[in-house]
Nanobody, 123 residues
Framework: QVQLVESGGGLVQPGGSLSLSCAASGSFSSINTMGWYQQAPGKQRELVAAITSGGSTNYADAVKGRFTISRDNAKNMVYLQMNGLKPEDTAVYYC?????????????????WGPGNQVTVSS
């Protein structure tokens, strides 16, 4: 079993900042890619930012230059620093991890999701 626990969401004014955290725990060999996804009401879930185990990053165009993703491999954690927040950033933010699990000779990659963390940007 693998669990992702998120924290750090809340209400912030336009132009403000928030920091999200996600911790992975359970039975797995390693974590390949970790990321954050955004889902607003009536819209599909979309990638915000992702980071590989080696530190390579990828950002959605809408957040590039404002958000920064990072991770701590020793703690199995991923973070999202959000600066210059806009009302259109309002959404539920989900942590995702691509986890390697299984016996030594039958290991495969599995996708796990956190429960979601509400971020609201409003005056």
């Amino acid at each position: 079993q693998v669990q992702l626990v998120e924290s750090g969401g809340g209400l912030v004014q336009p132009g403000g900042s928030l920091s999200l955290s996600c911790a992975a725990s359970g039975s797995f060999s390693s974590i390949n890619t970790m990321g954050w996804y955004q889902q607003a009401p009536g819209k599909q879930r979309e990638l915000v930012a992702a980071i590989t185990s080696g530190g390579s990053t990828n950002y959605a165009d809408a957040v590039k230059g404002r958000f920064t993703i990072s991770r701590d491999n020793a703690k199995n954690m991923v973070y999202l620093q959000m600066n210059g927040l806009k009302p259109e950033d309002t959404a539920v933010y989900y942590c995702n991890a691509l986890v390697v699990r299984g016996a030594y000779n039958v290991r495969r990659e599995y996708s796990y999701w956190g429960p979601g963390n509400q971020v609201t940007v409003s005056s």
